[in-house]
Antibody, heavy 119, light 110 residues
Framework: QVQLVESGGGVVQPGRSLRLSCTAS????????MHWVRQAPGKGLEWVTFISHDAKYTFYADSVKGRFTISRDNSKNTIYLQMNRLRDDDTAVYYC????????????WGQGTRVTVSS | QSALTQPASVSGSPGQSITISCTGTSSDVGGYNYVSWYQHHPDKAPKLIIY???NRPSGVSNRFSGSKSGNTASLTISGLQAEDEADYYC??????????FGGGTKLTVL
């Protein structure tokens, strides 16, 4: 069955960096684009970023553009989210999600990893 | 990238039907048939329940249905059940090659 497992969350000071990972199993990873979506405490879901199946295309929300970088290693069935210059408002649970090919939606989600930005 | 507009909360009794609206613009909801809906129970992974405005993934109850008119999409849940109590989010692809969520709607089953 499809599984997505996020890792790398934790507590980090403002201005520092953190890298999240999402390891997939149960499907042909290199055939699917992937997303990161986050949820701040008490807030709704916020789309963060997208990477195509071959890493040729990446897109970002304005709130993270220039600070976050999504990448993938298809040999390891893993995507990454490099988060730099972290701010208080980046505090959230970060979910990775599989793109439902050509349907512009996310059909499988991980359980999330929590990131807290605090001094 | 303004969030799509959803009511903060809706409620209904078991067996009733409810509808959640999701209003965007011609650059997102109105411009594409790429509206999806997600059910999110606290401390669980979100679940896709509707994609491409009206389509249900395999395994999703036919009590869930979606529609769209102009810049507003809607999710209808019929025959409300206790386990439907959750947060619901709409999402749309946008002309900026991004995706945008609605603010979320808390469904309470009375």
């Amino acid at each position: 069955q499809v599984q997505l497992v996020e890792s790398g969350g934790g507590v980090v000071q403002p201005g520092r960096s953190l890298r999240l990972s999402c390891t997939a199993s149960g499907f042909t990873f290199n055939s699917h684009a992937m997303h990161w979506v986050r949820q701040a405490p008490g807030k709704g879901l916020e789309w963060v970023t997208f990477i195509s199946h071959d890493a040729k295309y990446t897109f970002y929300a304005d709130s993270v553009k220039g600070r976050f970088t999504i990448s993938r290693d298809n040999s390891k069935n893993t995507i990454y989210l490099q988060m730099n210059r972290l701010r208080d408002d980046d505090t959230a649970v970060y979910y990775c999600a599989r793109d439902l090919t050509d349907r512009y939606s996310c059909d499988y989600w991980g359980q999330g990893t929590r990131v807290t930005v605090s001094s | 990238q303004s969030a799509l507009t959803q009511p903060a909360s809706v409620s209904g009794s078991p067996g009733q039907s409810i509808t959640i609206s999701c209003t965007g613009t011609s650059s997102d909801v109105g411009g594409y048939n790429y509206v999806s809906w997600y059910q999110h129970h606290p401390d669980k992974a979100p679940k896709l329940i509707i994609y491409e405005v009206t389509n249900r993934p395999s395994g999703v109850s036919n009590r869930f249905s979606g529609s769209k008119s102009g810049n507003t999409a809607s999710l209808t849940i019929s025959g409300l059940q206790a386990e439907d109590e959750a947060d619901y989010y709409c999402n749309s692809y946008t002309s900026s090659t991004t995706w945008v969520f609605g603010g979320g709607t808390k469904l309470t089953v009375l």
